[in-house]
């Protein structure tokens, strides 16, 4: 089993910055792929980022290429997602998951199906 727990969503203006923090527990975080997703009121969830076990590969949507950053310390067992240049459509709630044991090894896909265990979620809100 692992346990995710997300933290550092907020309300910010656009332009501005947010780092959300993915806390794991159950296994060492070096053990499985992380995911962060997105799903905006009535819209589809959607794969944001993702960063494989071990050997650091990520990945982004095409949408956040250049603005935001995934990125692990595995001795705190935490992935970071930090945002900037945030825009309005940036706007939802925000979840992480882990996939364990890697659904491909030394990667990491943007597809929830293939994530085992996600966290309760939260909420990033741009709005000026």
């Known amino acids: 089993q692992v346990h995710l727990v997300e933290s550092g969503g907020d309300l910010v203006q656009p332009g501005g910055s947010l780092r959300l923090s993915c806390a794991s527990s159950?296994?060492?975080?070096?053990?499985?792929?992380i995911g962060w997703f997105r799903q905006a009121p009535g819209k589809e969830r959607e794969a944001v980022a993702c960063?494989?076990?071990?050997?650091?590969?990520?990945f982004y949507t095409n949408s956040v290429k250049g603005r935001f950053t995934i990125s692990r310390d595995d001795a705190k067992n935490t992935v970071y997602l930090q945002m900037n240049s945030l825009k309005p459509e940036d706007t939802g709630e925000y979840y992480c998951?882990?996939?364990?044991?890697?659904?491909?090894?030394?990667?990491?896909?943007?597809?929830?199906?293939?994530?085992?265990?996600w966290g309760q979620g939260t909420q990033v809100t741009v709005s000026s």
């Open positions: 960063i494989s076990s071990a050997n650091g590969v990520t």
């Open positions: 159950g296994r060492t975080s070096d053990d499985y792929a």
């Open positions: 998951a882990a996939d364990s044991p890697p659904t491909i090894s030394n990667t990491c896909v943007m597809f929830g199906r293939y994530y085992d265990y």
